[in-house]
């Protein structure tokens, strides 16, 4: 009987949630338990879960996003009516949990990787953004909102990657800026302070649009842009390369070499081609050339005014050494 009970809510649900108002929504993620334990579970399309979580889910991964901490699962339950991803206009949105229904809206998009959404009011994590249809606008998170373009392209894509051409940007009012450009990528042309005009022949007004263009495009994949520097206008032609940090990954453009870091600047990852520099998984970060760095923010901001090498002073228990790494 209870089970007939659910599957008639979530039938109601899906054919007239539209009508019914965001309380509805918060019934359906009640019904499918799509938050449990402070956790995002949802219930999507042919028969699997989407996981946001910082811990390795204890269930058979199919599929993974370190960058984003997004997780596919099996859905044991089978639910009839998953959360679908909403491709219509949005005449508003609410931030749903299994308690409160907060609405709003974005009020400022995610750029990439490294700046997730933000929204009107003051949100209650875990929660889900839905419109008013119950349909995806995005998953609530302690660090901001992920939004629906990132999920659609994880739950679509075979195997998660992401392009890159070096550079990092952001919106002053309507210009895109670069922030900061990674010397380490072969022929990378742009410098900090470069404003970004087209990409591909369209005219670029936001980062968020230009950052998914860039991210979400083949690697390897050539693009043309044009850029004002100074009172300049110029013409560079790019191939992206493959993307190595950014989200919930250290973002220092020295991952482009091999090598990553945790919030305490400890390394965490080296890749086989930063094995020639002989570190060490545990070795912490101190001093970028002859500055003293304290977050992943300094590292990116002296690497990224480096023209040639870069110096690294490491600790590893009771001594220090240098790296120089180019």
Same mark, same amino acid.
């Given at each position: 009987?209870?089970?007939?009970?659910?599957?008639?809510?979530?039938?109601?649900?899906?054919?007239?949630?539209?009508?019914?108002?965001?309380?509805?929504?918060?019934?359906?993620?009640?019904?499918?338990?799509?938050?449990?334990?402070?956790?995002?579970?949802?219930?999507?399309?042919?028969?699997?879960? %989407?996981?946001?979580?910082?811990?390795?889910?204890?269930?058979?991964?199919?599929?993974?996003?370190?960058?984003? $901490?997004?997780?596919?699962?099996?859905?044991?339950?089978?639910?009839?009516?998953?959360?679908?991803?909403?491709?219509?206009?949005?005449?508003?949105?609410?931030?749903?949990?299994?308690?409160? +229904?907060?609405?709003?809206?974005?009020?400022?998009?995610?750029?990439?990787?490294?700046?997730?959404?933000?929204?009107?009011?003051?949100?209650?994590?875990?929660?889900?953004?839905?419109?008013?249809?119950?349909?995806?606008?995005?998953?609530?998170?302690?660090?901001?909102?992920?939004?629906?373009?990132?999920?659609?392209?994880?739950?679509?894509?075979?195997?998660?990657?992401?392009?890159?051409?070096?550079?990092?940007?952001?919106?002053?009012?309507?210009?895109?800026?670069?922030? $900061?450009?990674?010397?380490?990528?072969?022929?990378?042309?742009?410098?900090?302070?470069?404003?970004?005009?087209?990409?591909?022949? *369209?005219?670029?007004?936001?980062?968020?649009?230009?950052?998914?263009?860039?991210?979400? $495009?083949?690697?390897?994949?050539?693009?043309?842009? /044009?850029? /004002?520097?100074?009172?300049?206008?110029?013409?560079?032609?790019?191939?992206?390369?493959?993307?190595?940090?950014?989200?919930?990954?250290?973002?220092?453009?020295?991952?482009?070499?091999?090598?990553?870091?945790?919030?305490? %600047?400890?390394? +965490? *990852?080296?890749?086989?081609?930063?094995?020639?520099?002989?570190? /060490?998984?545990?070795?912490?970060?101190?001093?970028?050339?002859?500055?003293?760095?304290?977050?992943?923010?300094?590292?990116?901001?002296?690497?990224?005014?480096?023209?040639?090498?870069?110096?690294?002073?490491?600790?590893?228990?009771?001594?220090?050494?240098?790296?120089?790494?180019?």
């Amino acid at each position: 009987m209870f089970r007939l009970f659910i599957a008639l809510n979530l039938l109601f649900l899906n054919l007239f949630a539209c009508d019914g108002g965001f309380d509805f929504c918060k019934l359906k993620v009640n019904d499918t338990n799509a938050i449990k334990n402070q956790q995002l579970q949802i219930p999507v399309e042919k028969n699997k879960l %989407l996981i946001f979580s910082k811990k390795i889910p204890n269930a058979k991964i199919i599929k993974h996003d370190p960058f984003l $901490s997004l997780y596919l699962i099996e859905d044991k339950n089978k639910f009839k009516y998953p959360f679908r991803i909403n491709n219509n206009l949005t005449l508003g949105t609410a931030a749903v949990n299994r308690k409160m +229904v907060t609405e709003g809206k974005i009020l400022k998009h995610q750029i990439g990787l490294n700046s997730f959404a933000t929204y009107s009011e003051p949100l209650s994590i875990p929660s889900i953004l839905v419109n008013s249809c119950c349909t995806l606008e995005g998953l609530v998170t302690p660090d901001g909102i992920i939004e629906k373009e990132f999920i659609e392209r994880f739950l679509k894509i075979k195997e998660v990657s992401y392009s890159d051409i070096g550079i990092r940007v952001h919106n002053v009012k309507k210009a895109v800026i670069v922030d $900061s450009s990674n010397p380490f990528m072969k022929n990378n042309q742009f410098k900090k302070d470069d404003r970004i005009l087209e990409f591909d022949g *369209k005219n670029v007004i936001d980062s968020a649009t230009l950052m998914r263009n860039i991210l979400f $495009s083949d690697i390897g994949s050539t693009h043309k842009l /044009k850029i /004002k520097r100074g009172k300049k206008i110029l013409t560079v032609n790019v191939k992206s390369q493959k993307r190595y940090g950014g989200g919930y990954l250290s973002d220092t453009f020295l991952e482009f070499l091999g090598i990553s870091f945790d919030k305490n %600047l400890c390394t +965490v *990852k080296i890749e086989k081609k930063a094995q020639h520099y002989k570190l /060490k998984i545990g070795d912490q970060l101190l001093q970028v050339n002859t500055t003293k760095i304290r977050n992943e923010q300094d590292i990116l901001e002296i690497v990224a005014n480096t023209q040639k090498s870069v110096k690294l002073l490491f600790q590893r228990e009771e001594f220090q050494f240098f790296v120089t790494v180019n």
